[in-house]
């Protein structure tokens, strides 16, 4: 589940294969693990943010894919500045999902004392 209406994937062709580049709650996770990405970092937008929240979009669609020829990919990508708001997007719109109250006949209930 991607952000409200917002941005769900994003698709393009590179060397004359198809690619979609898609986050769900388990690929959010695993990106802050592997890619140490987390939600303060996004709005810095610094260099290797931007390329390891691309390279981590990858990883639904397309786990097998190298780290070089992501890198590759991203060298080649015209408007980086628009594509990462629209990665930022869709992580948030993932990772904020994870923190929603569950189904309401399948939710736990808790309490402090």
Known sequence: ??????????????????????????????????????????GEAKLTTMQSL???????????VSRSLINEMWATMGDKVGLYAALVEMYGGVASSVLEDGDEGNRTDWASE
Not at 54 to 64: E, G, N, Q, R, T
């Open 54 to 64: 691309f390279a981590a979009s990858f990883v639904k669609h397309h786990p097998k």
């Open 1 to 42: 589940m991607a952000a409200e209406k917002g941005i769900e994937r994003i698709r393009f062709e590179y060397k004359g294969a198809p690619y979609t580049l898609e986050f769900d709650r388990d690929t959010v996770t695993r990106a802050e693990r592997t890619y140490g990405i987390s939600m303060n970092d996004l």
